[in-house]
């Protein structure tokens, strides 16, 4: 029976919840390693060894280090091909070109204003800091407009990628899921009918219900 | 490999392919073997461009004029509808997102040319964490400094010194970084040249060169080894010939 491989950081964070979700995807046994960021231990020279932006998560197996949520999910489906849902990341060229030009999307796109809006609306407040309306309207027009391509593709295919789940969905599900609950902007989600039909379907995914859990019992 | 003799604008091409609906998911037909590769001058389609050189791929760039605007005709958007370059097109196969692009084209043709991806599934591991770094790290500010340094006048908007300075202090932290990772790894993901390192090119060659802020690398001992590596490579030099840069 193969180490359970470990991810280190908190479970609310965005990008820690990514990996997360993938595991749980995959059915790869995993272990989560706290990290106390209101303590700054994600700034600790330990952590910065396995981590050197100070940026969690950070990921190890028996065989290697890695960070970056995208990349540790990309190389846990390309680990564990046969593990899990076996078509997480395509099960053919094409189909993984797709799933990459969306996940690349999510990345250069999405995640950008969406994250802003997060951090603004979500944490900020829990934080006691100040929020910045205009960054918040610039942001959220920014996120509407992406949102207008997504409902147009999602109008011609039901997932982002294909017609299976896959990581570009996936990648999508922590930033979202804080907008339409921690942030009550839902409407950006609900007011566009694909993306709507699209984000009920991804959300109702057990995997990441199991991730909803853990944030919930981190609080 | 490079450019046909007559030029072609974007439009011309537009009306000229024949495109199925569902362009997306078309298979490539390797009759011709010939990619060709939207908005050739400007730097993230030149990550695909010194890519597909790597993997000895022929290419064709399709001339797109982002200072007229014309990453936002109707057509093109049609192709692309986030309205960026590059886009890349392999018979009806059409594919966007430099980094997607590139993925699909090193793992293609693996075994054909320089292979930019490791050897192993762990190699891969750090060639993608550090194509993430890139995206996310780096990327981000040397594309502002871009912005802003570079395009503000032509493109009318207001330059933002605060912006600029900000950008470099934490382009800057970024760079203490890679110095201290390029000084244990000849490259970024590993003692092997990969897609990490090629990422970095476009951009980087703008910030030694019209940005004005090559000090940034040559202050930095193994980066600017690194750098004078990685840009000296004939791929790179190709394409900047083929293709110089709008400014």
């Known amino acids: 029976m193969a180490t359970p491989v470990k991810v280190h950081g908190p479970p609310l964070s965005t990008a820690v919840s990514r990996v997360l979700a993938c595991l749980i995807e995959k059915d790869v046994p995993f272990q989560l390693i706290p990290v106390n960021m209101a303590k700054g231990e994600h700034k600790s020279p330990d952590f910065l060894k396995i981590q050197p932006f100070g940026q969690v998560p950070a990921f190890q197996d028996e065989a290697t280090s890695l960070f970056e949520s995208r990349a540790i999910c990309r190389y846990i489906c390309e680990k564990y091909p046969e593990k899990g849902n076996k078509g997480l990341y395509g099960t053919n060229p094409l189909a993984k070109a797709s799933i990459d030009q969306w996940v690349e999307a999510e990345g250069q796109s999405f995640n950008p204003p969406s994250s802003v809006l997060v951090f603004q609306l979500a944490f900020a407040p829990r934080m006691k800091l100040k929020q910045d309306p205009s960054l918040i309207s610039q942001n959220e027009a920014k996120l509407e407009k992406v949102l207008d391509v997504y409902d147009k593709r999602l109008g011609e295919s039901r997932f982002l990628a294909g017609d299976d789940f896959s990581l570009a969905d996936l990648s999508h599900l922590p930033n979202a899921h804080y907008l339409v609950n921690a942030a009550e902007r839902g409407e950006l989600f609900t007011s566009k009918k694909n993306v709507e039909r699209w984000w009920g379907e991804i959300s109702s995914r057990d995997s990441w219900k199991k991730v909803v859990d853990m944030q919930k019992q981190a609080t | ?247």
């Open chain 2, 1 to 247: 490999m490079g450019p046909k003799g007559e030029k072609k604008t974007a439009a011309a091409l537009f009306y000229k392919l024949k495109r199925p609906s569902t362009l997306q998911h078309s298979q490539p037909t390797s009759t011709t073997m010939v990619v060709k590769v939207y908005g050739p001058v400007f730097a993230s389609p030149k990550r695909v461009l010194v890519c597909l050189v790597e993997k000895e791929i022929e290419f064709e760039g399709v001339p797109l004029d982002l200072l007229k605007g014309e990453h936002k005709d109707p057509e093109f958007l049609k192709l692309q509808p986030f309205g960026t370059v590059p886009v890349t097109q392999d018979g009806d196969y059409v594919l966007y997102e430099s980094r997607a692009i590139m993925r699909y084209y090193a793992e293609k043709y693996k075994s054909q040319g320089t292979d930019l991806l490791g050897k192993t599934v762990e190699e891969r591991g750090q060639v993608e964490n550090w194509l993430e770094v890139e995206a996310h790290n780096f990327d981000p500010h040397v594309f502002n400094l871009t912005l802003h340094v570079m395009f503000s006048s032509k493109l009318g908007i207001p330059r933002d010194e605060n912006v600029i300075k900000e950008s470099e202090e934490k382009l800057s932290r970024v760079l203490d970084i890679y110095e201290e990772r390029l000084s244990k790894s000849k490259y970024l993901a590993g003692d092997f040249f990969s897609l990490a390192d090629l990422s970095h090119l476009p951009f980087t060659q703008y910030l030694v060169g019209p940005i004005g802020k090559e000090y940034m690398i040559t202050s930095r001992k193994h980066v600017n080894a690194w750098w004078n590596d990685i840009s000296s490579r004939p791929s790179w030099q190709k394409v900047q010939q083929l293709y110089p840069a709008p400014l």
